[in-house]
């Protein structure tokens, strides 16, 4: 588990380029949030209208961290509507279609805390969001500490294994020095053991989602049907 100066950095940082993000786009109003389940995000956030907040956490955490929340008296915005899918589920792309998710409009996506423990269930993940996430959507978060990396693990050489990882699934994904975000919001800096196995990252979808290509699939079968019926109309 990260330390609590560890995860006030992350969440600062996390927090402050999702606001610039939203409050930078008319049409940035879906947000999907990865986590464990007691992201605070849709609680305290200032949120633009209409703007649809997606929790991906384990179902059970879930509910229980919303009713103590709800219980000591917090408030979700009305800007904005939450719902949660859970992330035990076997098809989470299936889910969040299921919950409304659209694949032609922007979205924006947060992974901290969700609970990843090996670096094949990134990659499922990412082949997800990959499939989901419209073309320009913005994915920001950290990747944790994967068991089968350890203390001396060569990190620069991991780094690269993830910027393949998030390229493969069509993303282009910049890596972000711990030590400037600490200068940056003004906060301490954990040791190296607690940073390291640890990324920071924030990436842009190159990619046409799976909805982008069925819509463009339709709109030349419809050309095409056209086309064959000038054809029949000229003979």
Known sequence: MPSTEHYRLVTRYIDDKLQHFISNSDDLRQIVLLTDGMDTRPYRLSWPRLSVVYDVSPGRVFITASQQLRGAGAKISRNCVVLHTSSESPDLQAGLNKNGFNGNRPSLWVLQGLPLFTFKSLEDLLLVIGNLAMKGSIFIGEVPRFTQWGIATDMASEQDRLENLFFTQGFRVSF??????????????????????????????????????????????????????????EL
């Open 176 to 233: 972000v020095h711990y030590e400037e975000v600490a200068k940056d919001v003004g906060l301490g800096l954990d040791s190296p053991p607690e940073v390291h196995g640890r990324a920071l990252f924030i990436a842009e979808q190159l990619r046409f989602s799976d909805a982008q290509m069925e819509s463009f699939r339709m709109h030349f079968e419809r050309i095409e049907d056209d086309a064959d019926e000038d054809g029949f109309e």
